[in-house]
């Protein structure tokens, strides 16, 4: 099995033509790699697009959910030593979390109303988004209004830290009982709560210790360090004429210093030959960060009863919404790719980031994918299923 590069070559100029020209996106980076061989690489228009600063190849992304998987293989590299089960319940390392209960009705302001949830909430739970979380920036419940409320999630603003979520997220009803349904949430916020409660070590340190220095992961982190912010890419959201505003200016990022809330579900940054790296180790087990069998684990559906994300999801916002995709322990997973609409691979695994960045894995083509851009929401463009398309039509 080969990629045929003439059709490759038609990436660039299709990114350029549709997304660059028009103002819908500010640069595009793509990476294709088989077998640990490169066989596409293109870099097009702007880090900042207002000074014309180009795009590069060692630009800093924010990332956002494609740390999620970084932090939930550094739980698993926990559950392989005997720290933990992915079946313990939660409150065994949160105590504070034993008597959570469901949310039946009312509002933070005037008071819950809630019932005990069917079973307790356990470690599977947080990895593959079953817990009962939510986000704040979902709209459709009142539990996702006391989330904005409390600014329990959020990233780049105020004094948030990771202690203080998991103080206020004892005092709020979940969602759902734990196991019910899917709802992308601050889920992974948690993992990275339990990897510092277990390991003895702050989350931030832990991950550099185990995964980004092993791996070479020399430009990733929970802030652009000093002396390189001007590798950092603005970030862009689209307007209702069809362009682009800025979101959040390069100059004056609140990435640029250490943040107050250091996030698993959404907080690094990285750069193409950094998230290349780690995707890599995980498709080749080298440098070793988990053994095969267990990332076979977390790279299977574990959606109760081996549904997909259309028939078990709450959530009004996920990475991943089509049919035919199960979700794992931080990944999603395709599961059955005729009902994608997609050409691809069922076994295949992947998760994108709010500013549009994705990335996927396919063990049957020896395949590694990586996307790079900064345009927030995700949901914009169809820009991810059009790349799966085209570089799956380079398979020989």
């Known amino acids: 099995m080969s990629l045929n590069p003439d059709r490759l070559a038609r990436i660039a100029p299709f990114l350029k033509e549709v997304y660059l020209d028009s103002g819908r996106l500010p640069g595009a980076l793509v990476k294709v790699m088989q077998r640990g061989e490169t066989v596409h690489s293109s870099v097009q228009g702007f880090a900042d697009v207002a ?35 992915i079946d313990d319940p939660v409150h065994r390392y949160i105590p504070a979390w034993k008597d959570l209960r469901v949310y039946q009705s009312g509002t933070i302001k005037t008071g819950w109303q809630t019932t005990a949830p069917k079973r ?9 988004h079953t817990a009962g979380l939510t986000y704040g920036f979902q709209l459709n419940t009142n539990v996702d209004a006391a989330y904005r409320r409390l600014g329990i999630g959020e990233i780049e603003k105020g004094d948030m ?53 092993p791996l070479g992961m020399v430009d990733t982190g929970f802030h652009v360090r000093e002396g390189q912010g001007h590798r950092l890419a603005t970030c862009y959201h689209p307007t209702r004429a069809g362009g682009m505003a800025v979101q959040d200016k390069a100059e004056t990022s609140a990435f640029l ?3 107050s809330f250091i996030s698993g579900g ?9 998230y290349l790296l780690f995707a890599e180790a995980l498709r080749t087990g080298a440098p070793r960060l988990v053994g095969r069998k267990t990332l076979s684990l977390m790279t299977a559906n574990h959606l109760p009863g081996g549904k997909d994300l259309p028939q078990l999801s709450r959530s009004a916002f996920s990475e991943a919404a089509y049919e035919g995709v199960g979700f794992g322990l931080g990944f999603a997973t395709t599961t059955a790719v005729h009902k994608t609409m997609i050409a691809g691979n069922n076994g295949d695994y992947f998760w994108g980031g ?43």
Do not use: C, H
């Open 161 to 213: 830290t990771l202690a203080r979520m998991i103080e206020l997220l004892a005092t709020l009803p979940l969602e759902f009982s734990p196991g019910d349904w899917w709802n992308y949430s601050v889920a992974t916020d948690v993992v990275g709560w339990l990897v510092q409660v277990i390991s003895g070590q702050p989350f931030e340190d832990f991950i550099a210790e185990r995964i980004f220095r």
């Open 354 to 396: 709010a500013a549009s960045t994705f990335f996927w894995v396919d063990p049957a083509e020896e395949l590694v994918v990586l996307f790079l851009t900064q345009l927030i929401p995700s949901s914009t463009y169809p820009v991810r299923r059009q790349l799966r398309t085209m570089i799956y039509s380079a398979v020989e």
């Open 51 to 85: 000074s014309g600063r180009p795009l590069a190849e060692d630009t800093i992304f924010r990332i956002y959910s494609m740390t999620k998987p970084i932090a939930s293989i550094a739980l698993m590299m926990l559950v392989e030593e005997g720290r933990l089960q």
């Open 257 to 259: 210093k250490p943040p």
């Open 120 to 128: 307790p909430m356990q470690v599977i739970d947080l990895l593959r």
């Open 266 to 274: 959404g907080g690094l940054l990285s750069t193409a030959a950094d």
